[in-house]
Every structure is written in structure tokens, then in C-alpha cells.
């Protein structure tokens, strides 16, 4: 079965940059999204179709992908982003979803 | 803005049928630009996606669950529910709906998320 890869931790100091990756197969042909879970909260999204940023989210957010690897950055990250991350993609077909399985980030 | 609601059940025995409903308001389920879908996660893991459903002739489940899902839609009460059956402690999990966002044929995302709903199985 298809699989993403994310690094289980990544810690940084506040106004520093974080970077999270997420490697899979299928990511050169298939989008990547990011979804932000804080504790106890559902799910919510922050990046969608690799680099896209809904309404709401602020601009220190950002997504990149290349070849099979996409990546989540904060750029100045503030404590309030502590959060584990999910990247979120399909296989190779498109018909079935895949999470990687988290990063916690810690911002202190 | 779109609003998704679980309900059902907070605790099934082992070996029956888990059932749960999402209620969808601000949208329709009848709308032909998105899908529905659930997802779960087990208490301190990761996320895990279910399935998902256009209309009863469009449905997607995770193949590692698919012997034991259905996901249906009610137009009626613009509604959809998901069926897990012979369940397990494993099944035991946040269940969420979801609508989904198709990204034509690179993708589909879950946008909206209803808070969630712990579905415990007892032995």
C-alpha cells in the first residue's frame, strides 16, 4: 500500500523556520496538502495543492514540492503553531487518500 | 460556510456494526462539485482515511477496511453515514466527516471537518 514518510519531530525557537517534509512516490504526479491538528482540535487545513493557502491562514505558511518530496514551511514560528502536521496526498490511480504519519512541532 | 456534525453511538461492542451519521448544513450533499468522506484516528495516532462518496454509484474505500465499509448518502436529510462492521478494540477511534474537494485528477482533499465524534469498542 502506498505510504508517506514524515520525520516524527522537529523542533525550532520562536521566529525561527521550520521545515517539514513528506515524501511519497506518487508526488510528482499527485498534490500534496498539509493539514495542522492541535491538540484535542480536528484537523484543519493550511496548504492545499502544494502550494496554496486558504483563506484565514496566515502568510508565514507555505508549501513547496519537488520530484517526490513536499515540504511545510513556517516561516517565524510562534508558539501557537506547536502542532502535530499531517501531509496528506492520494496514490497513484487518485482514488484512494493517504496521511503520512505526523510531525509534532515544537516551538520553543 | 459549510458545517459537518457526527452522530452516533459512543460505544459498540466487539464483532457488531458500527454506525454513524454526518449531518451537512450550509451545503448539499446533492451538489455535484464535492465528495463526502470519513476519517478516523485512533486515540494518540495518526490520521487514516476511510472512504469517500459522490452519489451511491460513486464510492471509495481504504482497501485495507473495504470488506467491512459502506458509506451512503440521504439527500433527503442531506445526510451520510458510514458502517463499519464486525469491529474491533482497533476500531476504536475519532471518527470525522469531511467534505471532500476534488483538484481535478491530481488529488482530493478534505476542506471542511466536522469536530469529530469517539466511537469506543468494548469487549
Known amino acids: 500500500s502506498y505510504e508517506l514518510a514524515q520525520p516524527p519531530s522537529v523542533s525550532v525557537s520562536p521566529g525561527q523556520t521550520a521545515r517539514i517534509t513528506c515524501s511519497g512516490e506518487a508526488l510528482p504526479k499527485k498534490y500534496a496538502y498539509w493539514y495542522q491538528q492541535r491538540s484535542g482540535q480536528a484537523p484543519v487545513l493550511v496548504i492545499y495543492?502544494?502550494?496554496k493557502r486558504p483563506s484565514g491562514i496566515p502568510e508565514r505558511f507555505s508549501g513547496s514540492s519537488s520530484g517526490t518530496m513536499a515540504t511545510l514551511t513556517l516561516s517565524g514560528a510562534q508558539v501557537e503553531d506547536e502542532a502535530v502536521y499531517y501531509c496528506y496526498s492520494t496514490d497513484s490511480s487518485g482514488d484512494q487518500g493517504v496521511f503520512g504519519g505526523g510531525t509534532k512541532l515544537t516551538v520553543l | 460556510q459549510v458545517q459537518l456534525q457526527e452522530s452516533g453511538p459512543g460505544l459498540v461492542k466487539a464483532s457488531e456494526t458500527l454506525s454513524l451519521t454526518c449531518t451537512v448544513s450550509g451545503g448539499s450533499v446533492r451538489s455535484r462539485s464535492f465528495y463526502w468522506g470519513w476519517i478516523r484516528q485512533p486515540p494518540g495516532k495518526g490520521l487514516e482515511w476511510i472512504g469517500r462518496i459522490y452519489d451511491s454509484e460513486n464510492t471509495y474505500y481504504n482497501p485495507s477496511l473495504k470488506s467491512r465499509v459502506t458509506i451512503s448518502i440521504d439527500t433527503s436529510k442531506n445526510q451520510f453515514s458510514l458502517r463499519l462492521s464486525s469491529v474491533t478494540a482497533a476500531d476504536t477511534a475519532m471518527y470525522y466527516c469531511?467534505?471532500?474537494?476534488?483538484?481535478?485528477?491530481?488529488?482530493?482533499?478534505?476542506?471542511?471537518w466536522g469536530q469529530g465524534t469517539l466511537v469506543t469498542v468494548s469487549s
Open positions: 469531511a467534505r471532500v474537494t476534488t483538484s481535478g485528477y491530481s488529488g482530493f482533499y478534505f476542506d471542511y
Open positions: 495543492e502544494d502550494t
